[in-house]
């Protein structure tokens, strides 16, 4: 076969010294190949990209045709592809249009001696047990824990690692242990906020749900790695109290304490949402309610929220409700309001429109820990207090490790958390007035 006469390019050193090449397609991976020769071997010259379809310029280089009689065929082709079967098709026409010297790139990491051996990056292995630990967003707060345990231990990487419960035990922390219905789904849970949480981490690297407890001798006993927490053990896992930890300690560490960001990608797709409907982002203040099935006495309290929305649309802002998840579909109590169903369902669209908006105004829900954890949202978080249920108590708060009054130690300037505003619209606006304040006077 014709595609036999190429020559593999498995280094950089495979390019004779001086060489004058060409690239062929006009493709990502040649850009990416004609930057490492740019960057690595200076002594090699890249003319042009060749290519039957397209034309114009690319990366500073000139895409020519395969057919353009005036280019030199004797010059040295080098063919960077993924796919195999548009490789030997290119590398065939190349050949049947005259050239003489093509070489093709079969794996897309090209190797130097000097890179062999290459010290790989430190990695924390944070083992988030659910033998001992919530299937709930508190997940999130552990996250950022062990995110100042990686800094404090100068690794590089985060690598994830849950650890299902014991079938036997009698402990039960997952979502079935909140009641009925879709809220007490746990793969649901899992796949859908879990999961996509850790993509929010920038040095997250990977992430692996173990099937049974066993697995993690597999994984993880047998090396000599880092673990948070400390000395982890799989036969006496320990219970993380991580959001006491973050609202007591980082502020020795605040410049790494709010580590989630949300992508532009999702930043995006919510600017264009708010575009279509109208909304000036400066001007949309997100209300974030809670509506859960369970603790029923920590719910938003809707007619107050309502009166909120009326009060700020009329000051020129855009009232946005963010509804609980498991009450999205809901449509009979919000009518004539705008409400963002989609943020509800993914958590990606959810943190992108919390750093987008002008302020949210939140209940104490699950999902606040995608403000409170992330120094671009504006928030004033309101804490439930009264003595509709204990839940909503001040001694429920001192058992949990946060009093009334506590403030996450690494918050910015634009970040409040209250307690017991929450059931009056003309309180909620004394604090809405207090947090535009200090916005307005920082621009």
């Not at 575009?275 to 099935?293: D, F």
């Not at 009060?311 to 855009?318: H, L, M, R, S, V």
């Not at 919000?334 to 943190?351: A, C, P």
Request: proline fraction near 3%; include cysteine.
């Amino acid at each position: 076969m014709v595609f036999q006469e190429a020559k593999e390019i498995k280094r950089l050193s495979d390019i004779q010294d001086g060489d004058v090449v060409c690239l062929a397609p006009a493709g990502n991976s040649s850009e990416n190949m004609h930057h490492l020769i740019s960057g690595r071997r200076p002594d090699v010259t890249t003319l042009y990209y060749l290519d039957s379809y397209k034309n114009g310029m690319r990366s500073g280089l000139e895409v020519l045709s395969i057919d353009d009689s005036n280019i030199d065929r004797t010059a040295h082709v080098i063919v960077s592809i993924e796919r195999e079967g548009y490789r030997k098709r290119i590398v065939s026409n190349l050949f049947q249009s005259g050239f003489k010297k093509v070489s093709y790139i079969k794996s897309g990491v090209i190797l130097e001696e000097c890179e062999i051996g290459r010290e790989e990056k430190s990695v924390l292995y944070f083992i988030y047990d659910l033998e001992k630990n919530a299937l709930n967003f508190e997940f999130v707060n552990s996250l950022c824990h062990a995110e100042l345990e990686r800094v404090k231990r100068g690794l590089d990487l985060i690598n994830v690692v849950i650890v299902p419960r014991c079938e036997e035990s009698v402990f039960d922390l997952s979502r079935a242990a909140v009641g009925g219905g879709v809220e007490s789904d746990n793969r649901w849970f899992m796949d859908n906020v879990i999961v996509p949480s850790v993509s929010l981490l920038p040095t997250s690297n990977s992430f692996t749900v173990l099937g049974r407890r066993e697995e993690y001798r597999d994984l993880c006993c047998e090396k000599n790695i880092n673990t948070f927490p400390l000395n982890y053990s799989i036969s006496d896992p320990e219970e993380l109290t991580s959001h006491v930890y973050l609202y007591d300690e980082s502020m020795e560490m605040s410049k790494y304490a709010l580590p989630l960001i949300a992508t532009d990608a999702s930043k995006s797709f919510v600017k264009k949402w708010l575009i279509n409907n109208n909304l000036y982002k400066n001007k949309v203040v997100a209300i974030t309610l809670r509506e859960c099935g369970y603790q029923k006495e920590r719910n938003s309290d809707l007619k107050v929220w309502k009166e909120f929305a009326d009060y700020i649309y009329k000051q020129g802002f855009y009232p946005v409700f963010v509804r609980d998840t498991y009450n999205s579909f809901s449509i009979d109590d919000l009518e004539g309001y705008v409400v963002f169903h989609e943020v509800s369902w993914n958590i990606y669209l959810r943190i992108a429109f919390y750093e987008v908006v002008f302020l949210n105004m939140m209940a104490s829900t699950g999902p606040h820990v995608f403000c409170t954890h992330n120094r671009r949202v504006k928030y004033v978080l309101f804490n439930p207090l009264s003595t509709d249920g204990y839940s909503s108590s001040e001694e429920y708060g001192e058992l949990g490790g946060i009093p009334v009054g506590r403030q996450y130690s690494a918050k910015t300037n634009f970040q409040l958390a209250v307690w017991g505003k929450d059931r009056s619209a003309d309180l909620i606006v004394e604090e809405f007035l207090k947090m535009k304040k200090i916005i307005d006077e920082s621009c």
